[in-house]
């Protein structure tokens, strides 16, 4: 398993994040649209808005899993806020990277995922809009373009968090 690197702007993205002050938050409905809109659309099991955190990702809102948290070591997320476009990821058990990662080999037994980064006005990634499936799976071009466009939803209400207009 190839654990995630730290972005090079490690301590600005944790402050973005931080300054959010939404960790930690009950569920709501704002966010778990998004999340249930994606699963519905791409007809997959889990979907989660994740932030993440120097040592954990936290789901904000998740479609099928009861799991508040994993640790970023293991996470996926963490590999996607390295780059700007989603990262897919078709068999994760045919991925070196990921192939023995416990979230692989173990529950909840993940073969695809895609991630949308959440970048923030200021470039700083604070997590992604996922999509995840016990299956392998591909993501067309159109496909794509609608996980990033629920991704810039997702981003839209961190951004009126941020401003301090949320609901």
Do not use: N
């Given at each position: 398993?190839?654990?995630?690197?730290?972005?090079?702007?490690?301590?600005?993205?944790?402050?973005?994040?931080?300054?959010?002050?939404?960790?930690?938050?009950p569920p709501e409905e704002r966010f778990?649209?998004?999340?249930?809109?994606?699963?519905e659309e791409f007809d997959m099991p889990m979907a989660f808005v994740t932030l993440v955190d120097a040592e954990r990702q936290w789901f904000k809102a998740r479609i099928g899993s009861d799991v508040q948290e994993t640790p970023r070591n293991i996470s996926?997320?963490?590999?996607?806020?390295?780059?700007?476009?989603?990262?897919?990821?078709q068999d994760a058990q045919q991925d070196w990277r990921f192939q023995d990662n416990p979230l692989v080999t173990g529950d909840p037994g993940i073969r695809f995922y895609a991630g949308a980064p959440l970048a923030l006005p200021g470039g700083q990634s604070?997590?992604?809009?996922?999509?995840?499936?016990?299956?392998p799976r591909t993501l067309d071009r159109v496909g794509l373009a609608i996980l990033q466009s629920l991704r810039d939803?997702?981003?839209?209400?961190?951004?009126?968090?941020?401003?301090?207009?949320a609901p």
């Open positions: 398993m190839q654990e995630p690197a730290i972005p090079h702007d490690e301590d600005d993205r944790l402050r973005a994040l931080r300054a959010l002050l939404i960790l930690d938050t778990d649209r998004i999340v249930a809109f994606a699963a996926f997320c963490a590999h996607a806020i390295l780059q700007h476009e989603p990262l897919v990821v604070v997590g992604t809009l996922c999509i995840i499936d016990r299956q939803l997702a981003v839209e209400e961190l951004e009126r968090q941020a401003e301090g207009k």
